[in-house]
């Protein structure tokens, strides 16, 4: 069965300052897809990033961005200049590329809290 | 871009009793349902994955006498807690997929459930 672990229940940075949430995964296969997930206080959930695991290129999004280690199975994300309204929960996620149904597997959450 | 809206955001009901919770696809039509229980600080833990016009499939250790869900269009699923008593206290949240099995899932703002 596929893990997602998430070392670091808690980490805070300076707004303009650049943060780095890690996050490790266990699996057999080859094929799938890794997502950041932000869950502000409203408690909505939404994708920041998602990475397809053939893709060797590290993917961004605007101030957001992944470092993806296959072979080591890590998979962090870098968020630069930081904003107070990235202050949330950040959840790293794992999905199979195959099968029928390829449910969301996710991790314990890093609460990130943005310093005025 | 793809909305899910469920309905009631916050409920509030007395042990015994039975709520449920409607989950919609607003543009789009979601053949597949999922359904989370989020404990405060902790993540998401899938409850059952939800395929319309067929019967929804549990994690294991959730009652599904308990924990009913019914999909019976392209564009509602429901969860409907029976009997319910305090420890069913928790945050619900509902995600809908687009497409097939390897398209991006969103999700609803959630519920949160108190029971007394």
């Known amino acids: 069965a596929q893990t997602v672990t998430q070392s670091q229940p808690e980490m805070s940075v300076q707004e303009a300052e650049t943060v780095t949430l890690s996050c490790t995964y266990d699996?057999?296969?080859?094929?799938?897809?890794l997502f950041w997930y932000k869950q502000p206080p409203s408690r909505q959930m939404i994708l920041v990033i998602r990475q397809e695991a053939y893709k060797q290129q590290n993917a961004t999004e605007n101030r957001f961005s992944v470092n993806f280690q296959k072979a080591a199975k890590s998979f962090s994300l870098k968020i630069s200049d930081s904003q107070l309204g990235d202050a949330a929960m950040y959840f790293c996620?794992?999905?199979?590329?195959?099968?029928?149904?390829?449910?969301?597997?996710f991790g314990t959450g890093t609460l990130l809290a943005v310093q005025p | 871009g793809a909305v899910v809206s469920q309905h009631p955001s916050w409920v509030i009901c007395k042990s015994g009793t039975s709520v449920k919770i409607e989950c919609r696809s607003l543009d789009f039509q979601a053949t597949t349902m999922f359904w989370y229980r989020q404990f405060p600080k902790q993540s998401l833990m899938l409850m059952a994955t939800?395929?319309?016009?067929?019967?929804?499939?549990?994690e294991q250790g959730v009652e599904k006498d308990k924990f009913l869900i019914n999909h019976a269009s392209l564009t509602l699923s429901t969860l409907t807690v029976t009997s319910a008593h305090p420890e069913d206290s928790s945050f619900y949240i509902c995600?809908?997929?687009?497409?097939?099995?390897?398209?991006?899932?969103?999700f609803g703002q959630g519920t949160r459930l108190t029971v007394v």
């Open positions: 939800s395929n319309e016009g067929s019967k929804a499939t549990y």
């Open positions: 699996t057999s296969e080859s094929d799938y897809y």
């Open positions: 996620a794992y999905r199979s590329a195959g099968g029928a149904t390829n449910k969301l597997i």
């Open positions: 995600s809908a997929r687009v497409g097939g099995a390897n398209t991006e899932a969103f």
